[in-house]
């Protein structure tokens, strides 16, 4: 286990290259268990999600070989050698439940996936999964298996093309039914579908692969049988949570950063919010150029939402970059119930942020009768001071690594790991974008409280399970 510590009150200042999409390279990976061809992917980032996703798929019998300094990637599962994902994967990530739209086409035996994990951001649930499938002809059960449980699937009499309204359109249960309708009879309607960027890149990859994909302008997504299956060679698109982060922490830091790749397309709903708080920006043909122009306004009202909408995922770093204009921003998130956990520790550093449980502005939400924090108001600017920080989640640790960057004092960051799913080398770019950082192992248990310690401990024995497979505590 490693810590963090950064020196913040420097601009960030150069240009680095974006990595290709986590929350697309997971997904492609296990799209490609559909067949039994060659994959080949270009420009896979080296991160830890990715590595996780890599030994599940070779637990399921997948040939791997990743080259990881040339950024290539070719997988080939001639045959299944389990359906069955070992515990140890559960808690890791979101993958695992793909698992069952990839295979239920492909195996009699059932599928078994043990309860899923992911970020602390709220329950997570994977009930329109689960129905989707089962309109699909999928059995599914939950059954209460050693600690936890697991979801077991089969479609022993086959899966059949049917039409699917999702209530809400969640990325991760559109996956899961595009892929468990590839292998389905006939035709498949997904109604209200997300169309996040990397969905259209997963359909990109899935028509390569054979099968034929239809996205609708109303959020329709029509998929036919395919009957056979080619090898394909797929670029990743770039990542634009990779690209937001970076441009925020240029932005707060009173710097300039060109993102090579990062694709203007994808990121709409975050330039208009970057002009609206006077942050500066040029779209150039190989990428986008960030950088610091004037005071920073707040005055902003955003709400988070599905694609086209303002991502998720970028609230978190955007409160950040909050704090440092002038006036009060409201900011209300509809797309998870949880998560503004990581704000307590931002008021700590001194920032003026007050949570709230109605919806603030704007449209009601899911969430108005429930009693989540799910809005809040930031006023700015406020030095910050610096923290000894314990991340929560993925999108959290960035916030961290930002509010760190912007003071003058010395910041520790703990859970590193966290990172590590889904920034590639984020120390080598924030260092040769100018930021005093460093990454080093965590002071030995001894010398740590009882509560570090416990929970130093519990990182350190679930990274022991992800890299050795040894048994949970
Ligand atoms: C994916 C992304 C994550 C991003 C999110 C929304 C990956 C690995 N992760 O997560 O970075 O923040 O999309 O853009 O790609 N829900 C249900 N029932 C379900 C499924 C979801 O109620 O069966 C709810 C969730 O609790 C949440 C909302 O729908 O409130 C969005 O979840 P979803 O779109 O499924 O996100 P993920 O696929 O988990």
Redesign the pocket.
């Known amino acids: 286990m490693d810590v963090l510590k950064i020196k913040g009150g420097k601009p960030l200042e150069g240009k680095i290259k974006a990595a290709g999409a ?2 697309a390279m ?2 492609l990976l296990v799209a490609s268990l559909l067949s039994d061809k060659m994959c080949t992917f270009y420009n896979v980032p080296n991160i830890l999600d990715v590595e996780i996703t890599v030994n599940l798929c070779r637990e399921i019998g997948s040939q791997v070989e990743w080259n990881r300094e040339e950024k290539i990637l070719k997988i080939t599962t001639k045959e299944l050698k389990t359906s069955y994902v070992p515990q140890r994967y559960s808690g890791s ?2 993958i695992p439940i793909l698992m069952i739209g990839a295979l239920l086409g492909r195996t009699d035996e059932d599928i078994i996936v043990p309860t899923i994990g ?1 970020d602390l951001i ?8 689960i129905s989707a499938l089962q309109k699909l002809g999928a059995r599914i059960e939950f059954r209460e298996m050693k600690k936890e449980g697991a979801y077991f699937a089969q479609a022993h009499q086959g899966l059949t093309g049917a039409v699917i309204s999702l209530s ?1 359109p ?4 559109t996956e899961n039914t595009i892929l468990a309708a590839v292998r389905a009879k006939g035709t498949t309607l997904i109604k209200n579908a ?1 169309i ?1 960027p ?1 969905i259209i890149d997963l359909i990109l990859f899935l028509q390569k692969l054979g099968a034929n994909i239809m996205v609708d302008a109303d959020r329709t997504i029509c998929i036919q049988q395919a009957h056979q299956f080619q090898e394909v060679e797929h670029t990743v698109l770039t990542d634009r949570n990779e690209v937001a982060s970076y441009a925020m922490a240029a932005i707060s830091t009173k710097g300039r950063v060109f993102i090579e790749g990062a694709e203007h397309l994808h990121m709409i709903a975050f330039l208009n919010k970057i002009r609206e708080l006077g942050g500066g920006f040029h779209v150039k043909s190989n990428g986008i150029e960030f950088f610091y122009d004037q005071p920073l306004k707040g005055g902003l009202h955003l709400e988070t939402d ?1 694609h086209p909408g303002f ?3 970028w609230q978190q770093p955007f409160v950040v970059l909050l704090t440092q204009a002038q006036g009060a921003s409201v900011i209300h998130e509809t ?3 949880n998560r503004f956990g990581y704000t307590h520790m931002l008021k700590e550093m001194g920032a003026d942020i007050e949570l709230f449980t109605q919806c603030l502005g704007g449209k009601q939400c899911r969430f108005a009768s429930s009693n989540h924090h799910h809005s809040l108001v930031v006023k700015g600017p406020s030095l910050l001071k610096g923290h000894n920080f314990s991340i929560p989640d993925l999108r959290a640790g960035f916030a961290y690594v930002m509010a760190a960057l912007l003071s003058p004092d010395i910041s520790t960051i703990s859970n590193v790991e966290f990172l590590d799913r889904g920034y590639e080398e984020l120390v080598a770019k924030l260092t040769s974008l100018g930021a005093d950082i460093v990454r080093e192992p965590l002071l030995p248990l001894k010398k740590l409280s009882p509560e570090k310690c416990k929970a130093a401990l519990h990182g350190l024995m679930k990274k022991v399970e992800i890299d050795t497979g040894a048994p949970t505590l």
């Open positions: 986590k929350n997971t997904k990530n979101r992911g709220g329950s997570r649930p994977v009930d329109l999964h809400y969640s990325v991760g249960a997300a996040e990397e599905v991502m998720t995922d797309v998870y119930e």
